[in-house]
């Protein structure tokens, strides 16, 4: 049986139940637990698997997976679950309850492993009761992390940026076009005293997931970091294409919404009629919506990669200037962003031959990183670390976006669908949560 079928027979099976009770069947390598409105308490047993996710399961109180083989643990808009059970699995290497702020218990006894050492508790109850390996270090208190989040088309070296920022090899590179990031993972260090966490999600343009599909998986990414993010590292290797642009619009207006949610709908929605009338936007509204984007662009760090000479300032900038001159559109996405970078981050996974890697210029290449590295970081440290973009409770913003969403859908589909310049203004999908503007 494949994965998506996997997958979907257990989706099937279980997806209106209250409680859901499995001893020793294969569901596939990777179980997602989504949208399970119904859901109130989970029990796993003997379950061969490497990674559990349950998302957006609003009555889930209790989960018990112990006794499982899970490498990956992660529990994402699930508010109010109060007990975990996790113990008896040797294999587990992260735990992320990173938004249970309900929950009060959590037992991961006798799951000592070399690489599981660090439990993030800070978002949980002051009060909560833990069972845990007497060598894992648990964070109780709220840490100044800086959260960089990481977003691109696939094959825009995404995930390899990821690994040269965290200076780690656990985000899963590639050569070829097919994305090896099928959810977000997150990883945590440390420079100059500064602690970071860098957090990289499915790649836009994946070909084997729906638009839809990998919109929520960025939404999943975002929500994981309740405490805020400090930049998004928008990804790119050349110039913008149509999908980059895209994905670039739709995550500016998700950070909109988020922040303006109260008076956002009444522009938006000016500005959608003065178009479709022929109307012109008055010098007032210009300036209005000219202050909101700019607060929130302040947050979006472009990351140009695979450009060999990003140590000579004058060809990141010629470079700069050309990816400008490329349409209007570009050159104001790149205008309005807080700055753009230009990095190299050359594979150092070289095989010449079956067996054989040419250890002379995977050695040149891993110094073309450490540099990358330090030109990225020096560029992030000049940021405020005060300033983080908070993000809203998921109960209170969801219904915001869809209010959104029903109206463009009711009242502009036609315009949008004979209108070109709607077209590049909004995009709509009875299917996705995402605004283009």
Same mark, same amino acid.
């Given at each position: 049986?494949?994965?998506?079928?996997?997958?979907?027979?257990?989706?099937?099976?279980?997806?209106?139940?209250?409680?859901?009770?499995?001893?020793?069947?294969?569901?596939?390598?990777?179980?997602?637990?989504?949208?399970?409105?119904?859901?109130?308490?989970?029990?796993?047993?003997?379950?061969?698997?490497?990674?559990?996710?349950?998302?957006?399961? /609003?009555?889930?109180?209790?989960?018990?997976?112990?006794? $499982?083989?899970?490498?990956?643990?992660?529990?994402?808009?699930?508010?109010?679950?109060?007990? *975990?059970?996790?113990?008896?699995?040797?294999?587990?290497?992260?735990?992320?309850?990173?938004?249970?702020?309900?929950?009060?218990?959590?037992?991961?006894?006798?799951?000592?492993?070399?690489?599981? $050492?660090?439990?993030?508790?800070?978002?949980?109850?002051?009060?909560?009761?833990?069972?845990?390996?007497?060598?894992?270090?648990?964070?109780?208190?709220?840490?100044?992390?800086?959260?960089?989040?990481?977003?691109?088309?696939?094959?825009?070296?995404?995930?390899?940026? !990821?690994?040269?920022?965290?200076?780690?090899?656990?985000?899963?590179?590639?050569?070829?076009? @097919?994305?090896?990031?099928?959810?977000?993972?997150?990883?945590?260090?440390?420079?100059?005293?500064?602690?970071?966490?860098?957090?990289?999600?499915?790649?836009?343009?994946?070909?084997?997931?729906?638009?839809?599909?990998?919109?929520?998986?960025?939404?999943?990414?975002?929500?994981?970091?309740?405490? %805020?993010?400090?930049?998004?590292?928008?990804?790119?290797?050349?110039?913008?294409?149509?999908?980059?642009? @895209?994905?670039?619009? /739709?995550?500016?207006?998700?950070?909109?919404?988020?922040?303006?949610?109260?008076?956002?709908?009444?522009?938006?929605?000016?500005?959608?009629? @003065?178009?479709?009338?022929?109307?012109?936007?008055?010098?007032?509204?210009?300036?209005?919506?000219?202050?909101?984007?700019?607060?929130?662009?302040?947050?979006?760090?472009?990351?140009?990669?695979?450009?060999?000479?990003?140590?000579?300032?004058?060809? !990141?900038?010629?470079?700069?200037?050309?990816? !400008?001159?490329?349409?209007?559109?570009?050159?104001?996405?790149?205008? /309005?962003?807080?700055?753009?970078?230009?990095?190299?981050?050359?594979?150092?996974?070289?095989?010449?031959?079956? %067996?054989?890697?040419?250890?002379?210029?995977?050695?040149?290449?891993?110094?073309?990183?450490?540099?990358?590295?330090?030109?990225?970081?020096?560029?992030?440290?000049?940021?405020?670390?005060?300033?983080?973009?908070?993000?809203?409770?998921?109960?209170?913003?969801?219904?915001?976006?869809?209010?959104?969403?029903?109206?463009?859908?009711?009242?502009?589909?036609?315009?949008?669908?004979?209108?070109?310049?709607?077209?590049? *203004?909004?995009?709509?999908?009875?299917?996705?949560?995402?605004?283009?503007?």
């Amino acid at each position: 049986m494949t994965k998506k079928k996997d997958q979907n027979v257990f989706n099937n099976k279980y997806s209106n139940d209250e409680t859901i009770e499995i001893v020793g069947s294969s569901y596939g390598d990777h179980l997602k637990i989504e949208n399970f409105t119904n859901l109130k308490r989970i029990k796993l047993k003997k379950l061969k698997i490497i990674s559990l996710k349950i998302i957006n399961c /609003s009555q889930l109180i209790e989960l018990d997976c112990s006794n $499982t083989t899970i490498e990956e643990l992660s529990l994402n808009l699930c508010p109010n679950i109060t007990k *975990l059970k996790c113990s008896n699995n040797n294999k587990l290497i992260n735990i992320d309850v990173s938004n249970c702020s309900k929950l009060e218990f959590l037992d991961c006894s006798n799951c000592s492993n070399s690489k599981f $050492t660090r439990l993030d508790l800070s978002n949980c109850p002051k009060s909560i009761k833990t069972n845990h390996p007497p060598n894992l270090v648990i964070i109780r208190e709220k840490e100044d992390i800086r959260n960089l989040f990481v977003v691109g088309r696939t094959g825009s070296g995404k995930s390899t940026l !990821c690994n040269v920022l965290a200076g780690t090899d656990e985000f899963k590179e590639s050569n070829y076009t @097919n994305s090896q990031t099928n959810n977000f993972k997150k990883k945590y260090f440390e420079r100059k005293g500064t602690k970071y966490c860098v957090v990289d999600t499915v790649g836009f343009s994946h070909t084997n997931l729906t638009t839809k599909v990998v919109l929520d998986k960025i939404i999943e990414g975002i929500y994981s970091m309740p405490d %805020g993010i400090c930049q998004v590292l928008f990804v790119v290797d050349g110039g913008f294409t149509a999908e980059e642009m @895209n994905l670039f619009l /739709s995550i500016k207006n998700f950070m909109l919404i988020n922040n303006s949610s109260r008076n956002i709908f009444a522009k938006m929605s000016t500005k959608l009629n @003065n178009l479709k009338n022929n109307n012109k936007c008055d010098s007032k509204e210009l300036k209005e919506n000219s202050s909101i984007d700019r607060n929130v662009l302040d947050y979006i760090t472009i990351v140009r990669t695979k450009f060999t000479n990003f140590r000579n300032n004058k060809e !990141c900038e010629t470079d700069k200037r050309k990816m !400008c001159e490329e349409n209007k559109i570009t050159d104001k996405i790149i205008k /309005s962003c807080r700055d753009i970078i230009h990095v190299d981050n050359p594979p150092i996974d070289i095989i010449i031959e079956e %067996g054989k890697n040419d250890d002379g210029q995977v050695k040149i290449n891993e110094n073309v990183r450490t540099k990358s590295r330090e030109k990225l970081l020096k560029n992030l440290e000049t940021i405020r670390q005060e300033r983080y973009f908070k993000l809203k409770s998921w109960d209170e913003l969801y219904p915001e976006i869809v209010k959104y969403m029903e109206y463009m859908s009711e009242e502009l589909s036609e315009e949008v669908k004979n209108n070109p310049e709607l077209q590049l *203004l909004v995009q709509i999908s009875p299917e996705t949560h995402c605004l283009i503007l």
